[in-house]
């Protein structure tokens, strides 16, 4: 069966510092990957999506960015935290239209704290 | 184009049936899905319903859909305190190979005992 793990479950990070949020799934192969934001009391902004390996689209600009290095993996990572990229950061999976119907999984979130 | 909009707040009375509106501005999209979260959690997929539907019942939900007016529905029957949460309608724009959701802001509902 799939199933997606996302880690850490939270994390309070400082101004400026560095951020890596991990996510893999297992149990099928070549999924579109996807990170979500829910901002406090709002829904949920795509922010990257990857349809394969080293494939990586940005919805927003933003001081974020992702990477794809194993086709299972998928890397949210920042350089300079902001207290603005505070939030609930979710990643999801799915191998097409179809599969968000019937085989839709979200990991069960980061979430970050930038004080 | 793309945008997905919901009511923010809904409380009920255990026992009652929940009602949670959304309204979607692409005409063409095909897929059409309600997702609830439960709080500190990821989003539970409950139920989707194509395009060419009006209607799609899942035991206690009831999916309705009018493609005229753009507007999705989910009616939860005989509403139980575990059924308070937030609930997500989303929406995947056709011919978008990422087959990315566009998600409304989310309806928080409240069911009181």
């Known amino acids: 069966s799939q199933t997606i793990h996302q880690w850490p479950a939270t994390l309070v990070q400082p101004v400026g510092s560095p951020l890596s949020l991990e996510c893999t799934v297992e149990g099928t192969s070549n999924p579109n990957l996807y990170w979500y934001r829910q901002a406090a009391g709002r829904g949920l902004q795509l922010l990257f999506y990857s349809v394969g390996i080293g494939q990586i689209s940005s919805e927003v600009p933003q001081n974020l960015s992702a990477s794809r290095p194993q086709d299972r993996q998928f890397i949210l990572s920042s350089k300079k935290l902001l207290l603005s990229d505070s939030g609930f950061y979710l990643c999801?999976?799915?191998?097409?239209?179809?599969?968000?119907?019937?085989?839709?999984?979200f990991g069960q979130g980061t979430r970050l704290t930038v004080v | 184009g793309e945008d997905v909009e919901q009511s923010l707040f809904l409380s009920v009375r255990e026992g009652d049936s929940s009602v949670i509106n959304c309204t979607y501005t692409?005409?063409?999209?095909?897929?059409l899905y309600w997702y609830k979260q439960e709080p500190g959690a990821g989003l539970q997929l409950l139920t989707y319903i194509f395009s060419n539907m009006d209607m799609k019942q899942d035991q206690r939900l009831t999916v309705l859909l009018n493609k005229k007016d753009k507007h999705l529905s989910l009616r939860i029957a005989d509403t139980q305190t575990g059924d308070s949460a937030i609930y997500f309608c989303a929406e995947t724009p056709p011919m978008d190979s990422s087959y990315k959701l566009i998600f409304g802001s989310g309806t928080r509902l409240l069911v009181r005992p």
């Open positions: 999801a999976w799915s191998v097409g239209a179809e599969g968000w119907g019937t085989e839709a999984f």
């Open positions: 692409d005409s063409s999209s095909t897929y």
